[in-house]
């Protein structure tokens, strides 16, 4: 067997991603002629090492800058279906060159590969290199203001990886590289991570670090500690947590107001729960769709549905209810227990403040009327759905127009179609049979026949003898009708 260049041999034996330098491989640099050798590169034949290599020849111009790297990786390599995994690899291997240095660009565009590709092992050697070889914006006396950056995505990661030995490492790494303290937004990045993991002791301890380096908490780190505590059953320190991020001069926001809302609704303190949502309103602070969904829900299922009927309408009046709030919920709830005549009185008042009812909201309500037999209610708020481009579904409106000709208003169900007709409603042939047939039960021979023309225009009689019976019986009951009326 024909043996192998040792420099090829050397590229069979697997090398560490680590990004030590390896200046034995480097060849003196010329404009044109890259260094020849990758051995950090572990490829599996020497045709893909020649391959890689050509690669690199034909899209990287030597000597390169971290600009021309950059577009390289980004562009060239990253979409490569061969080479596209070899990114770190180039990364480390280029640092080898001495003419070239990484700057920010390319470490925080290598970190955040790392870290969405979930390779953290390689993350972690990319913040040790980091730390042992800053940006050349660091020669100065002040540290590269990016390098806070590069490590606070790096965190996310490992956080959102659940390895938090990782991410204190790199806490820790970064503080002794960046000018002054880090951020609130890192300190967040973490504590979250430990509420979220089920380590809340360590958040807390974090928290405590935190305070003692002197960073100011925001609102965020309150609302992830105020979580943390309701999530753990410990609703007295959130509401003292609460009072002093108020002393701390840090203003609450909707989501402190709405994870207290809750916890108040967990321990079945309804009164105190509603009563945070108004000072809410008292301070000015907007509501979102999500603490009407706390409210609203957390009554119904205690069985308080007029109370949370009240309280949405008294929302509204005062012009703090969302225009995208859905109280679908309320009114399934009280057209199930039979209550449709609230749900309608409900939907008309929050209707007339601009708070219009979604589709599945309505078409629920009109469910619930014809249940009842409420059918006139039924056909009004079908039209004011029609008026404002709610066109309600094939089942729903041929039901109700079944109704009503069940009751003798084949006249407004016509009406009715028309105006669905107008706003984009497509007439079935269920539509049409229905509407004729309500006409031959209330002989009204006239509108029937017009509509079985209609009918015929538009091919829904598939043949003469459809057409003649169709027009027979508007005849005969016509004739019935005539005769007991003389």
């Known amino acids: 067997m024909k043996k192998l260049p040792p420099i090829l041999r050397k590229l069979q034996t697997p090398q560490p991603t680590s990004p030590s330098p390896l200046p034995n491989a480097i060849l003196p640099l010329s404009p044109q002629t890259p260094p020849a050798p990758l051995l950090n590169l572990s490829l599996s034949s020497p045709h893909h090492y020649n391959q890689l290599l050509h690669f690199l020849k034909s899209h990287l111009t030597f000597p390169f800058t971290p600009n021309s790297l950059l577009h390289f990786l980004k562009s060239k390599l990253h979409f490569h279906p061969k080479f596209t995994h070899y990114d770190f690899h180039v990364f480390n291997w280029a640092s080898t060159i001495d003419s070239f240095r990484h700057d920010h660009s390319t470490f925080a565009w290598m970190a955040r590969t790392l870290a969405t590709t979930d390779r953290f092992t390689e993350l972690t050697s990319l913040l040790r290199f980091l730390a042992s070889s800053p940006c050349p914006c660091s020669d100065g006396i002040f540290s590269c203001p990016q390098t806070e950056s590069v490590f606070q995505l790096s965190i996310s990661a490992y956080c959102r990886a659940r390895k938090f030995d990782e991410a204190v490492f790199a806490f820790d790494s970064m503080r002794k590289l960046i000018d002054g303290r880090p951020s609130v937004v890192v300190y967040n990045i973490l504590i979250n991570g430990f509420v979220k993991s089920g380590r809340f002791d360590k958040a807390l301890g974090f928290y405590g670090r935190m305070i003692s380096d002197r960073v100011k908490p925001d609102v965020y780190t309150f609302n992830i500690l105020i979580s943390g505590y309701c999530r753990n059953s410990q609703f007295v320190q959130a509401l003292e947590l609460f009072k002093e991020m108020r ?16 916890g108040f609704f967990r321990e079945r303190k309804f009164e105190d729960g509603i009563a945070l949502a108004y000072e809410m309103i008292e301070l000015g602070c907007k509501f979102s769709s999500v603490t009407c969904e706390i409210l609203m829900d957390g009554l119904c299922r205690e069985g308080k549905i007029f109370e949370a009927c009240e309280i949405l309408i008294d929302f509204s009046r005062k012009q703090v209810l969302p225009k995208d709030y859905d109280y679908y919920g309320v009114v399934e709830m009280l057209c199930g227990k039979g209550n449709t005549g609230k749900a309608v009185e409900v939907v008309n008042e929050l209707w007339m403040e601009g708070n219009v009812p979604s589709f599945i909201t309505s078409t629920t309500l009109i469910d619930g009327l014809r249940k009842e037999g409420r059918v006139h209610d039924a056909m009004n708020i079908t039209e004011r759905m029609l008026k404002v481009g709610m066109v309600p579904d094939s089942v729903t409106f041929n039901s109700l127009l079944q109704d009503l000709c069940n009751v003798g208003k084949t006249v407004e169900a016509n009406k009715l179609r028309l105006l669905a007709s107008s706003k984009g409603f497509e007439p ?56 007991l009326v003389t």
């Open 428 to 483: 079935d042939n269920k539509t049409y049979y229905t509407l004729v047939s309500g006409y031959t039960m209330e002989g009204n021979k006239v509108e029937g026949q017009r509509l079985v023309e209609e009918m015929l225009d538009k091919e829904f009689i598939p043949d003469i003898a459809t057409y003649n019976r169709l027009m027979d019986r508007l005849l005969n009951t016509y004739k019935k009708k005539s005769k």
């Open 247 to 262: 002393e701390k001069g840090c203003s609450p926001n909707v989501i402190s107001f709405n994870t207290l809302i809750k």
